[in-house]
């Protein structure tokens, strides 16, 4: 038998047999390190490039092209999980198939050995294969057209952006702030070191974390359960009460509130910019970017600036990220 | 002859290995030179003593003291506080509806972009160019002794470029003309408050341009007459590094305007001059963009030339033909890929000193309302790389001897694409509600990781590693490696490499456990990391190719045809991604002619959607290409040989037959 064809079948069945034999096995409702499903496609590379060498098939470029396009394609439609947005897919496809491509390309004897067979193709060489792909390609012109006209009831997606442009200076209960260097007047070190012993104490700060239930005899755990309470009476049904923006309001939001937990939210950001950000709320954000979608309310309204920089100090503090700061010598001209 | 054209490259990699280094002496040495502290001492302790004698004085006459003294919008003394300076200019004016002008056919503010982004491509290529032939002369030089032939290959190419550059100086003056006079008549009042302030720096800049364009024209007649006296020849090859400072310090002094206008320095709040004009000039980007742009302006320019000798490789009639036009697209594109490599890290310092000046500016751009454009700059840069390393891959495996290197191709393929999956994964995914629902919230558990500096920074210094291996296997793939620490070479070179890449990747992983601001600082170790793979491995792989036995000569002329659409791609990708560039960091001041002092009042202070603005720079790439084409032209003029035909019946001399 052909190698081509030797190859070709035990891919498919290859495939069936991972894919409806092992995967469900693969994929039980708490993964482990060694059962889950990224180790299943790491086993089913393995086969993949396994038994070409054990039955020294050499697969010709063209099929090795087509198997790497068609695994990449695999694991981010089947394997990765949760399921990623088509405009990621395409996104992720779009690269995977220039790597193809790189790989196809390397030099000219592979590019001329992957050509071979399209050519062949075109000119008629392989009959049969012509028949097929020139059936093939109008009718899969024509599904796409037919998919990509037919009406669907989605909402459209929208480029977003997700960071807003504080401005230089913001006015909060009748006192301007100038954000650039603004500082929580409640925090007690950069980092979150705590300061010992209270008033009269030592004041070193002191590494690690702070017993809570000491709360109360220190500052800055009073300022954070503090700001922690107000959290509970007023952000936590949308922010979530593990702040990971999954509170119980949260799924009727389009964006769903902010999740803190996530690196890329307030641990990139300075309290300077929370704090503009809380107060203002979704009708305070930048004319530029609109429609900004946010359905927080201007919290100036409701809470006092206190107790602003207090849920601010008790975001960092429960997510365990530090707020942003840049080095005093780069963010002026002076030493 | 191949050994004697890689001792030819083995210079040019030393020269450029020497020129980046000086390059990022500035960014090595941190604050260093970007904020001249002793220069900030000496002027406030001046300042301080101006003023006490300013006060004593006042109080001697018993009226209010002269002069009048102001806070600085950026500068600080050492004790924190802004450094004061005597007012010595008028407020910035609060510009109406009589300070513009406008044409009926175009928005004014387009027509100044166009004016604008069409004299900086020139610009930066008129500037790249001196560069390419003074590195290439002095290959020339050096390797006159051991091969005359290629010696003469490399000065013959040297002086082509300098041909071309001619044309395009020119051409580089008449479009400055034209982008001034554009500026005075269309913002005559933003140009007024502007041309004030810089005053002298305008008078510098034109007694610099004379004296760049004397050099030029030395270095470009007396080529002849220098060449063949080894005294006169060091002399001409020190002329074109004399070009080169002098056009340093003119593109430097251009760039002045830009870096006042996104970040100023040296005014006060009212934007009234503080009479120091180096604080004007010297403000917080100044340096970072100029590297950038030096940098730049080398890929830019060794994308351009290799463009030209992509086209002339693929029209070549004759063999001879393809063969140097071959040559000319690995030298074209060895120096640009030299260029490509730290880039990124010139860049990323730029935006450091960006959000380090104004968190507003810095989160316009990164997460704002530029965050998409930023995502299309990501694209482009994974397209230069990819041609890169195709360019790098084809090119190599042509070499007699790459058999040994190249089975490891697929495997760097595989690696860019992992890495550069990571670096275009966005933070914030573009998706519809129902999606949004089946991932569970905003941010995916496994990819959402990728969103953040850690991976970015991450993907890219692997990304760059991994070109930079390409590039010294492509270096050493004909080479039988001879010298007697051969093991301990590789073994080092090896060791680095690996040991580079677990670093960064660890880096990469610590970052998402450290605080924001010391994950910044991990970017340095990262960025040290990339540089010591490509400054030592640069280094002991030249050094290895001692007393090298050859696998066989290149064979000029066989170039594949992937690798010469590759220079295509990276050339065109080179010429939308500055105009991309350049429309972020020129557009990221929003609504104002200087941040936060000068106001934009026109009608066109708006910011452009996506596609608006990509038009824009697509029209201005096609513009700039169109114009390359007719300087190219005019450069082939002269160069254009009429075949010398014998007259029949007269016997050639024998010292003309060849």
């Known amino acids: 038998m052909n190698n081509v064809v030797k190859g070709l079948i035990l891919y498919v069945a290859g495939w069936a047999a991972f894919h409806y034999g092992l995967f469900p096995l693969m994929k039980p409702t708490e993964p482990t390190w060694l059962v889950n499903r990224y180790v299943y496609f790491l086993m089913f590379v393995f086969y993949c490039i396994g038994f070409n060498l054990i039955l020294k098939l050499k697969p010709p470029i063209a099929l090795n092209a087509l198997v790497v396009w068609l695994i990449g394609l695999y694991f981010y439609k089947a394997v990765l999980f949760p399921p990623i ?46 028949i097929v792909v020139f059936i093939a390609l109008p009718v899969l012109v024509g599904f796409g057209t037919y998919k990509s006209l037919e009406p669907s009831f989605q909402e459209p997606v929208e480029l977003r952006t997700v960071h807003p442009a504080p401005p230089a200076t913001t006015k909060v209960h009748g006192k301007s702030y100038t954000l650039e260097g603004l500082q929580n007047p409640f925090r007690v070190d950069e980092q979150d070191n705590y300061v010992d012993g209270g008033p009269g104490g030592s004041a070193l700060p002191i590494e690690g974390k702070f017993p ?54 307030i641990a990139m950001l300075r309290e300077s910019f929370l704090f503009w950000r809380v107060s203002k709320g979704g009708p305070g954000l930048p004319n530029e970017s609109t429609p900004w979608s946010s ?27 530090h707020p942003r700061t840049f080095d005093e010598e780069s963010s002026s001209g002076g030493e | 002859m191949f050994n004697s054209e890689a001792r030819g490259i083995k210079w040019l990699s030393g020269a450029l290995v020497l020129a980046v280094a000086l390059l990022f002496v500035p960014g090595l040495s941190g604050q260093a030179i970007a904020k001249e502290v002793f220069a900030e001492q000496a ?70 972009w166009m004016a604008n982004q069409q004299h900086l491509y020139f610009g930066s290529f008129v500037l790249a160019v001196p560069i390419f032939c003074m590195l290439i002369e002095f290959v020339g030089i050096r390797t006159k002794e051991s091969d005359p032939i290629l010696s003469e290959k490399y000065d013959r190419l040297a002086q082509d470029l300098m041909k071309v550059s001619l044309t395009a100086y020119s051409w580089t003056a008449i479009l400055g003309g034209i982008l001034l006079f554009t500026f005075i008549t269309l913002f005559p009042g933003f140009f007024k408050y502007m041309a004030g302030i810089f005053r002298p720096v305008m008078h510098v800049y034109a007694l610099m341009f004379l004296a760049e364009s004397g050099v030029l024209y030395v270095y470009y007649y007396g080529w002849e007459k220098m060449k063949n006296d080894p005294f006169l020849k060091w002399v001409h090859c020190s002329l074109s590094v004399l070009l080169n400072l002098i056009g340093t310090v003119l593109m430097y002094l251009a760039n002045s305007w830009a870096t006042f206008m996104q970040a100023p320095g040296g005014i006060d709040e009212q934007g009234r001059f503080l009479g120091n004009i180096w604080h004007v000039i010297h403000s917080t980007l100044w340096n970072p963009v100029g590297v950038h742009r030096i940098l730049g302006n080398i890929v830019f320019g060794g994308g351009i030339v290799g463009a030209y000798a992509a086209y002339h490789y693929l029209t070549a009639k004759t063999a001879e033909e393809k063969a140097h036009y071959d040559w000319v697209c690995y030298i074209a594109m060895f120096i640009a890929i ?65 058999h040994r290197y190249m089975k490891y191709a697929k495997y760097m393929v595989l690696l860019l694409i992992v890495c550069f999956t990571m670096w275009m994964t966005p933070h914030t995914i573009v998706m519809t509600p129902a999606e949004l629902k089946d991932m569970g919230g905003a941010q995916h558990p496994i990819v959402g990781n990728f969103g953040v500096m850690s991976a970015k920074n991450t993907a890219v210094n692997l990304m760059i590693t991994c070109t930079i291996l390409c590039f010294l296997l492509y270096q050493r793939s004909n080479k039988k490696i001879k010298v007697s620490w051969a093991t301990q070479g590789n073994s080092w070179i090896t060791a680095i490499f690996i040991l580079a890449a677990i ?122 290409w169109v114009q390359f084409v007719i300087v190219f032209w005019v450069g082939s003029l002269t160069a254009k040989k009429i075949p010398s035909k014998v007259p029949e019946g007269v016997p050639v001399p024998a010292q003309q037959q060849q």
């Open chain 1, 212 to 265: 809570f239930l000491d709360a109360d005899k220190h500052e800055y755990m009073k300022s954070i359960t503090e700001g922690g309470t107000i959290f509970f009476q007023n952000c936590h049904y949308c922010h979530g009460d593990q702040l990971n923006g999954l509170g119980m309001f949260s799924h009727v939001f389009n964006p769903t509130p902010a999740n803190f937990i996530d690196p890329g939210t």
């Open chain 2, 43 to 112: 002027f406030a302790e001046q300042a301080f003593a101006k003023e006490v004698l300013a006060e004593e004085e006042g109080a001697e006459e018993g009226g209010e003291p002269k002069v009048e003294w102001s806070q600085d919008v950026f500068y600080k003394d050492w004790e924190g506080n802004p450094l004061k300076g005597p007012v010595s200019g008028p407020p910035a004016p609060e510009l109406g509806e009589t300070d513009y002008n406008n044409y009926e056919f175009a928005p004014s503010r387009m027509l100044l």
């Open chain 1, 295 to 321: 359905a927080m309310p201007p919290w100036e309204e409701h809470l006092k600036t206190e107790e602003i920089w207090k849920v601010i100090l008790f975001e960092y503090w429960y997510t365990g990220w």
């Open chain 2, 338 to 402: 030299f260029g490509l490599i730290p880039l990124p890290f010139a860049g990323y310092w730029l935006m450091k000193e960006v959000y380090a000046f104004r968190q507003q500016m810095g989160i316009t751009l990164m997460g704002g309302i530029m965050a998409w454009l930023f995502i299309i700059q990501a694209v482009m840069i994974g397209l230069l790389f990819f041609g890169a390393n195709s360019y790098l891959h084809n090119s190599m495996s042509r070499v007699k001897g790459s």
């Open chain 1, 85 to 130: 947005p088509w405009t990621l897919l395409i996104t992720y496809m779009m690269l995977w198939t220039i790597g193809t491509f790189l790989y196809i390309s390397q030099d000219p004897k592979t590019f001329a050995e992957f050509r071979a067979p399209i050519v062949k193709t075109v000119v008629g060489e392989y009959k049969t294969a012509r």
């Open chain 2, 503 to 624: 670093n960064i990747v660890f880096l990469g992983v610590y970052g998402y456990l450290l605080p924001a601001n010391q994950r910044v600082g991990l970017s340095v170790p990262q960025v040290t990391s990339t540089l010591t793979t490509l400054f030592a491995g640069t280094a002991i792989n030249i050094s290895m190719f001692k007393d090298a036995d050859s696998y066989g000569e290149i064979e000029w002329g066989t170039q594949s045809r992937v690798a010469t659409y590759a220079i295509f791609l990276l050339a065109i990708s080179f010429t939308w991604l500055m105009g991309l560039m350049g429309y972020i960091r020129s557009a990221v001041r929003l609504f104002w002619h200087v941040t936060e002092v000068v106001r934009d009042n026109s009608p066109d202070a708006y910011t452009l959607t996506i596609g608006e603005a990509g038009k824009m720079l697509t029209f201005n790439a096609l513009f700039v």
